[in-house]
């Protein structure tokens, strides 16, 4: 298990290694990138001034070096907007996000897993047909149109739960929702089909001819074992809800990552642009490779493969 972990934190370095790659070259790709970190009143005689400040004028390999090594100190350069730290400020943000996708993957396993688990039980009756209906429901209804409509039902006719912003539980319920439909709907498909093959093996006959309940074969055996895809997919699907973010955030204006973002380019604040394209990679990245040691968990082969 330690070579796995050891393998996979590498993997973890190289990846990190490639993003800060990457927002290097985002700003260089884009034109000329002092035009991007000028403040919005500058004047065009102090342009080669701040070319000159900000190092572009620099052979590009040292420029690299230079932001590799501030991105690794955290200095991402200063808010052209809110005159403060970028990294502060996406750093500030993120829990909101955070927390807004924890909701959502346990919203999702709660609801999915149970649903793709009955739909396999119960194949080609009532509950699979109603479940399988719902799945292509919740991937084919665009999110920003399911937010909408959420508002419009619960905020503005039902008055149960607030329009937006970010407070209590209720603030939580619309957004966790939304952001957790399509990945619900992906998750219960696969946990059916990972079930139904799960099902037809060798080990639950032989489960079930020892006399096991059927509930001890489904939990202890099958589910288990179609664990493995299902855990592969929501690795993948996180940084998705990373993203999905982004619009759920602005629909209800919850203060996360996703909407600081879209207000930094708009305004053409780059500097909070890269913090957030980093620190979102980062996260993604480290999920990524929890899931990764949860997976080898799940699956000694893999281990040994490694």
Excluded at 13 to 30: H, P, Q
Aim: net charge positive; glycine share 10%; proline share 4%.
């Amino acid at each position: 298990m330690r070579a796995y972990f050891l393998s996979r934190l590498a993997q973890t370095a190289v990846v990190v290694f490639l993003s800060l790659t990457a927002v290097f070259a985002m700003v260089r790709l884009g034109g000329d990138p002092v035009l991007l970190f000028m403040p919005m009143d500058i004047q065009a005689k102090d342009v080669d001034e701040y070319r000159e400040r900000l190092g572009f004028n620099d052979p590009l390999v040292v420029q690299y070096g230079r932001f590799v090594g501030a991105a690794l100190r955290g200095d991402f350069g200063e808010s052209l907007r809110y005159r403060s730290d970028a990294l502060g400020l996406v750093l500030e943000r993120l829990p909101a996000t955070l927390l807004l996708a924890s909701s959502a993957v346990l919203l999702t396993l709660l609801v999915a897993v149970p649903l793709g688990v009955a739909c396999a039980v119960r194949r080609n009756r009532l509950v699979d047909h109603v479940g399988t209906a719902a799945t292509v429901l919740g991937q084919a209804v665009p999110g920003f149109w399911l937010g909408l409509m959420l508002i419009y039902l619960f905020a503005v006719q039902l008055r149960w739960l607030p329009t937006g912003g970010m407070g209590g539980l209720a603030h939580l319920v619309m957004p966790s929702i939304v952001l957790a439909a399509f990945f619900s709907a992906r998750i219960a498909r696969l946990t059916r089909s990972a079930m139904l093959d799960a099902l037809g093996e060798d080990y639950v006959l032989t489960a079930r001819a020892k006399g096991l309940g059927e509930g001890r074969v489904i939990s202890k055996h099958t589910l288990r074992n179609s664990a493995i895809p299902i855990v592969t997919l929501a690795g993948l699907e996180i940084g998705q809800l990373l993203g999905g973010a982004v619009i759920t955030e602005t629909i209800f204006a919850w203060p996360g990552l996703g909407r600081l973002t879209v207000q930094a380019l708009l305004n053409r604040d780059f500097p909070v642009v890269l913090a957030a394209v980093f620190v979102t990679s980062v996260t993604y990245t480290l999920i990524n490779l929890a899931v990764d040691l949860l997976y080898g968990w799940l699956d000694p082969r893999v281990r040994l493969r490694a």
